[in-house]
């Protein structure tokens, strides 16, 4: 059964430096995801993406926050200029769109920031 | 968006059905009920969704109350691998895709 993918499991960085979470959406999934959920709290929305543009973002996804889908497989979510506060679980999920609704979630980077 | 209550923690016993209740008093007519779970140390995952019928797939049923102002998922046989929080969430169905805002939650424990 086709699922998304996330690299790397578990990203480690200095505060202030950029990263960039990867992700693989499902080939024939139109509509991508991005998700945080820091450790014991919520799963929060950062933004979502269609036809190669942001189509919905949280007041969590700033300046500092980027998408870009760069090669029609691959789905990146870069932070510029990491914070501590930054550090969370990030997901990726893809959607086929056209009436299917339902949203595939990839396992997640864990995103540590010291 | 509108809100969606739902108990806190709910217990089972291994081979029971398992109702999950959720009200969502202030749902608009276009608002989809979607219920996802998340078990330990996974991502969310995709339950089942409705509008305004009753609906059964491979994993749950959505009992869906005439007036939508509440639902409730259905396990109809729990397992131990069932553990998780399980999410009941509105969303309007738009071209820009369906962002979902996740509550707390129910974390259902399961017994043996």
């Known amino acids: 059964e086709p699922e998304v993918t996330q690299t790397p499991s578990h990203q480690v960085t200095q505060m202030g430096q950029e990263v960039i979470l990867r992700c693989v959406p499902i080939s024939n999934h139109l509509y991508f995801y991005w998700y945080r959920q820091i450790l014991g709290q919520k799963v929060e929305f950062l933004v979502s993406?269609?036809?190669?543009?942001?189509?919905?973002k949280s007041e969590i996804f700033d300046d500092q926050f980027s998408v870009e889908r760069p090669d029609g497989s691959n789905f990146t979510l870069k932070i510029r200029s990491t914070k501590l506060e930054d550090s969370a679980m990030y997901f990726c999920?893809?959607?086929?769109?056209?009436?299917?609704?339902?949203?595939?979630f990839g396992p997640g980077t864990r995103l540590t920031v010291l | 968006d509108a809100k969606t209550t739902q108990p806190n923690s709910m217990e089972s016993n291994e081979e029971e059905p398992v109702h999950l209740p959720c009200n969502h008093s202030t749902i608009s007519g276009t608002d989809y009920i979607h219920w996802y779970r998340q078990l330990p140390s996974q991502g969310p995952e995709y339950v089942i969704h409705?509008?305004?019928s009753n609906v059964n797939n491979r994993m749950a049923s959505l009992a869906i109350a005439e007036d939508r102002k509440s639902s409730t998922l259905i396990l109809h046989r729990a397992t131990l691998r069932d553990a998780a929080v399980y999410y009941c969430?509105?969303?309007?169905?738009?071209?820009?895709?369906?962002?979902?805002?996740f509550g707390g939650g129910t974390r259902l424990m399961v017994k043996p």
């Open positions: 999920a893809s959607q086929k769109g056209g009436g299917e609704i339902e949203q595939f």
């Open positions: 993406f269609y036809n190669n543009e942001i189509s919905e």
């Open positions: 969430i509105l969303s309007r169905l738009n071209n820009a895709g369906n962002m979902l805002t």
């Open positions: 409705g509008l305004t």
